[in-house]
């Protein structure tokens, strides 16, 4: 009689270590009756922004692929607060196994590590970048009625006149503050920063005529430039943007050598194993070599990016030790 059909799973349990134990293999247990091959649950990747900015539309765009691609949900987590600290912390004190993943991009991995004196996580350190899928350049725009036509216009007026041109940003610390703070610096120019809460009130007094200058998103502020609200003077790419192909870079203007695109990517806790990490990188490779999602980030103004790892590596290594030391030569401070 075939006693094992009435035995329960714990006797069938027990029998089976007893078996391994007799020929030395208890140390495979774990392993047989372990989770199972990665991934066996759910992920969560962790937006340190509210829902409906550019984090959050880099992250569902994303999330949407993988949860097809490795058969789990991918659940966006927006965890906002004290700018992109909160969410950012919370992802680096995750546990390394693979089920959290941060959506990083220069604000929280690169500027952060000027802008704060003592910041809860190193972006170096403490983070392994999966891979880098998109990048938005930014766009310096003037007040329709500006009588400055071009970028070498607005840094010639400013050394004549020190003080009186105004910029607008959204928030001290923003990628709009750091960016022209650092161009102006460069440039060797004073003009007065008009921090403002969000992007949206920039935009009320740059319409308005109340502010003269304004850096933002290139895809965000193509809405403006196209409708003829405001003037585009320069974009911050290391090349022309497709949606303003005749607005100069900041390099091409000829007032300083410097570049800016904010890339958004996965990032995991450093330890996470490698194995994990390249299953993950390898999923992002498949899902950014899909022509609908290249399109859709297209049409929203970013440029798809195939950086394999250890160009990606690099790249990050690069923003964060230039522009955190940028950031703190000039003295910009988040708060």
């Known amino acids: 009689m075939d006693f094992n059909r009435f035995a329960t799973p714990d006797l069938k349990r027990r029998s089976l270590f007893t078996a391994l134990s007799a020929v030395g293999l208890v140390g495979v247990v774990p392993a047989v009756w372990g989770q199972g091959a990665y991934p066996n649950r759910p992920l969560r990747v962790i937006v340190?922004?509210?829902?409906?900015?550019?984090?959050?539309?880099?992250?569902?765009?994303?999330?949407?692929?993988?949860?097809?691609?490795?058969?789990?949900?991918?659940?966006?987590?927006n965890k906002s607060g004290s700018g992109t600290l909160v969410g950012t912390?919370?992802?680096?004190?995750?546990?390394?196994?693979?089920?959290?993943?941060?959506?990083?991009?220069?604000?929280?991995?690169?500027?952060?590590?000027?802008?704060?004196?003592?910041?809860?996580?190193?972006?170096?350190?403490?983070?392994?970048?999966?891979?880098?899928?998109?990048?938005?350049?930014?766009?310096?725009?003037?007040?329709?009625?500006?009588?400055?036509?071009s970028l070498k216009d607005v840094?010639?007026?400013?050394?004549?006149?020190?003080?009186?041109?105004?910029?607008?940003?959204?928030?001290?610390?923003s990628g709009q503050h750091v960016l022209a703070a650092a161009l102006w610096h460069l440039a060797g120019v004073n003009l007065v920063h008009v921090p403002y809460r969000g992007a949206q009130a920039a935009y009320q007094d740059l319409l308005g005529g109340r502010v003269d200058l304004f850096f933002d998103l290139s895809s965000t502020a193509r809405v403006q430039v196209n409708a003829g609200t405001v003037k585009a003077l320069a974009v911050s790419g290391t090349e022309r943007n497709p949606m303003h192909p005749d607005v100069p870079t900041i390099t091409e203007s000829g007032v300083a050598q410097l570049d800016l695109e904010s890339w958004f990517g996965y990032f995991v806790p450093k330890?996470?194993?490698?194995?994990?990490?390249?299953r993950l990188r390898s999923?992002?490779?498949?899902?950014?070599?899909?022509?609908?999602?290249?399109?859709?980030?297209?049409?929203?103004?970013?440029?798809?990016?195939?950086?394999?790892?250890d160009?990606?590596?690099?790249?990050?290594?690069?923003?964060?030790?230039?522009?955190?030391?940028?950031?703190?030569?000039?003295?910009?401070?988040?708060?």
Do not use: H
């Open 155 to 173: 840094v010639a007026y400013a050394k004549a006149n020190p003080g009186k041109l105004s910029y607008a940003s959204a928030g001290n610390g």
């Open 283 to 309: 999923e992002l490779v498949k899902i950014m070599a899909q022509a609908d999602l290249q399109e859709n980030f297209r049409k929203a103004g970013g440029k798809p990016l195939t950086l394999n790892a």
């Open 311 to 335: 160009q990606t590596r690099a790249l990050v290594r690069r923003d964060v030790e230039r522009w955190a030391k940028l950031v703190r030569d000039i003295g910009i401070k988040a708060e």
């Open 89 to 149: 912390d919370a992802a680096a004190k995750a546990d390394p196994d693979g089920y959290t993943l941060l959506l990083g991009s220069v604000s929280n991995i690169a500027l952060n590590m000027g802008l704060y004196d003592k910041l809860s996580y190193d972006s170096l350190r403490d983070f392994e970048p999966v891979g880098l899928a998109v990048s938005y350049s930014y766009t310096l725009m003037a007040r329709k009625d500006l009588p400055l036509n």
């Open 271 to 278: 330890k996470t194993p490698l194995d994990v990490q390249e």
């Open 48 to 77: 340190p922004q509210p829902p409906g900015g550019g984090f959050d539309f880099v992250a569902r765009a994303l999330a949407e692929r993988l949860t097809k691609s490795l058969g789990q949900s991918v659940v966006v987590e």
